[in-house]
T-cell receptor, first 113, second 114 residues
Framework: DSGVTQTPKHLITATGQRVTLRCSPR?????VYWYQQSLDQGLQFLIQYYNGEERAKGNILERFSAQQFPDLHSELNLSSLELGDSALYFC????????????FGEGSRLTVL | AQSVAQPEDQVNVAEGNPLTVKCTYS??????LFWYVQYPNRGLQFLLKYITGDNLVKGSYGFEAEFNKSQTSFHLKKPSALVSDSALYFCACLWMNRDDKIIFGKGTRLHILP
C-alpha cells in the first residue's frame, strides 16, 4: 500500500459527459502529480501541484482541469469527454524535500462509451 | 527538450538468465533517475534511483541499475531473472529545477520465460 488513495477505481460514462477523479496523497506529501496511461501512449504527464499551487503542466487538454485543495487532496476534472479519453488516470505524491521518488495510487480506470 | 527513451517495447528472457532493460535520457544538467515497475491492474511501484555517487545502484527485488553519464543511460539489470519479474518497467527522470517535472519513458514489457 503506497498510502495514496484514488477514487473511483472504475468509471463508465458517455461521450460529452464530465467526471471528477479524486486523489488523496500520502500524509505529509505536498506534491501531487497526475498522469494518463493509455495502451498506445505510455505514461503521459498531465499536471503537477505543490502545496495548492500549480507547478508544472504537461500534455493536459484544455477540456481537463485540476486543483489541489488546502487539505492537499487533488481533483482532476475531465469534461466534454471523448472516446479517446478512455484510459487509466494515476495520481502520485512526492515528499518535499525528499528523494524524488513518486508514490502512486492504484489508478482510476475511465471508460467513455 | 527533456526526454526519456526506452528503446525496447518488449524484452524476453529465460528464467535464470541475466536481464537488462535499457533507458537513455536527454537532458541539460544532472537529473535524478528512477526505475518503476507496474504489475497488471496496479499502480507503479518505485524500484530504485540514482542521484549521485556510485554509478551502480541497488534496489528492490534484486534489481540494480548502472548510470553512465557519457552515454546518458541508466539501464536496469538483474543477474538471474524470475518468472515473477514479468511486468511493465518504466524509467523516469526528475529535473531538480523550479518545476520538478518528472518524465517517464514509454515502458518496456518484460517477459520471463519458464
Amino acid at each position: 500500500d503506497s498510502g495514496v488513495t484514488q477514487t473511483p477505481k472504475h468509471l463508465i460514462t458517455a461521450t460529452g459527459q464530465r467526471v471528477t477523479l479524486r486523489c488523496s496523497p500520502r500524509s505529509g506529501d505536498l506534491s501531487v502529480y497526475w498522469y494518463q496511461q493509455s495502451l498506445d501512449q505510455g505514461l503521459q504527464f498531465l499536471i503537477q501541484y505543490y502545496n495548492g499551487e500549480e507547478r508544472a503542466k504537461g500534455n493536459i487538454l484544455e477540456r481537463f482541469s485540476a486543483q489541489q485543495f488546502p487539505d492537499l487532496h487533488s481533483e482532476l476534472n475531465l469534461s466534454s469527454l471523448e472516446l479517446g479519453d478512455s484510459a487509466l488516470y494515476f495520481c502520485a505524491s512526492k515528499e518535499d524535500p525528499g528523494g524524488g521518488e513518486l508514490f502512486f495510487g492504484e489508478g482510476s480506470r475511465l471508460t467513455v462509451l | 527538450a527533456q526526454s526519456v527513451a526506452q528503446p525496447e517495447d518488449q524484452v524476453n528472457v529465460a528464467e535464470g538468465n541475466p536481464l537488462t532493460v535499457k533507458c537513455t535520457y536527454s537532458v541539460s544538467g544532472n537529473p535524478y533517475l528512477f526505475w518503476y515497475v507496474q504489475y497488471p491492474n496496479r499502480g507503479l511501484q518505485f524500484l530504485l534511483k540514482y542521484i549521485t555517487g556510485d554509478n551502480l545502484v541497488k534496489g528492490s527485488y534484486g534489481f540494480e541499475a548502472e548510470f553512465n553519464k557519457s552515454q546518458t543511460s541508466f539501464h536496469l539489470k538483474k543477474p538471474s531473472a524470475l518468472v515473477s519479474d514479468s511486468a511493465l518497467y518504466f524509467c523516469a527522470c526528475l529535473w531538480m529545477n523550479r518545476d520538478d517535472k518528472i518524465i517517464f519513458g514509454k515502458g518496456t514489457r518484460l517477459h520471463i520465460l519458464p
